[in-house]
Nanobody, 121 residues
Framework: VQLQASGGGLVLAGDSLRLSCQAS????????MGWFRQVPGKERELVAARSWRYGAAAYVDAVKGRFTISRDIAKNTMYLQMNSLTPEDTAHYYC???????????????WGQGTLVTVSS
């Protein structure tokens, strides 16, 4: 499956953004899905993940209550709604599909390209 991430941009602290991850080749229903982020000099970290197969979700503490993963089955697209953004959310965001749950960086089956989110104070 090919994943195409989009929706990043430059916003002010407190603003919202919605990232999209369009899949092609296979249905997203076959995979556990998630969003990772990475800043220069740091490891890529899991931000949010969702297993619709198991009815489970996982969010890093820093984004709990602010970020939400959802999907549109008809569009074969996953979203990350990000609210109340802070400068600490600035990073390249990557969507990912995995056959493993819980999702871990080493177990990702498919990566999308990054989309840059910059939050200015």
């Amino acid at each position: 499956v090919q994943l195409q991430a989009s929706g990043g941009g430059l916003v002010l602290a407190g603003d919202s953004l919605r990232l999209s991850c369009q899949a092609s080749g296979r249905t997203l229903n076959n995979y556990h899905m998630g969003w990772f982020r990475q800043v220069p000099g740091k490891e890529r970290e899991l931000v949010a993940a969702r297993s619709w197969r198991y009815g489970a979700a996982a969010y890093v503490d820093a984004v709990k209550g602010r970020f939400t993963i959802s999907r549109d089955i008809a569009k074969n697209t996953m979203y990350l709604q990000m609210n109340s953004l802070t400068p600490e959310d600035t990073a390249h965001y990557y969507c990912a599909a995995s056959n493993r749950w819980p999702m871990v960086t080493e177990g990702i089956t498919f990566w999308g390209q990054g989309t840059l989110v910059t939050v200015s104070s």
